[in-house]
């Protein structure tokens, strides 16, 4: 069962709409799918996308101050997290 929702989730754009050799937008770092769906996706897919794009713009960072690897940085790679119950 999904939880109402009363306010809706903002685009993650910031008007910059260039991609990168990855395919994400260099502003939002969304992928084409997720740019060119967003109003059909639910809130609770806006909002897993929303925090899909900062895991990867955070490991964008990594990358380009040399702390991990480019060819380590994959889509989605993260470990889910557990159970809180």
Not at 65 to 85: K, Y
Request: aromatic share 10%; with cysteine.
């Amino acid at each position: 069962m999904e939880q109402l929702e009363f306010f809706s989730v903002p685009s993650p754009c910031v008007g910059v709409c260039t991609v990168d050799n990855k395919g994400y937008c260099q502003g939002c770092m969304r992928k084409r799918e997720e740019r060119f769906n967003w109003l059909a996706f639910t809130p609770a897919q806006q909002r897993h996308i929303i925090k899909l794009c900062k895991q990867r713009y955070y490991r964008k960072r990594l990358a380009q101050r040399g702390e991990i690897p480019i060819q380590q940085i994959e889509e989605d790679e993260l470990p889910p997290q557990g159970s809180l119950f």
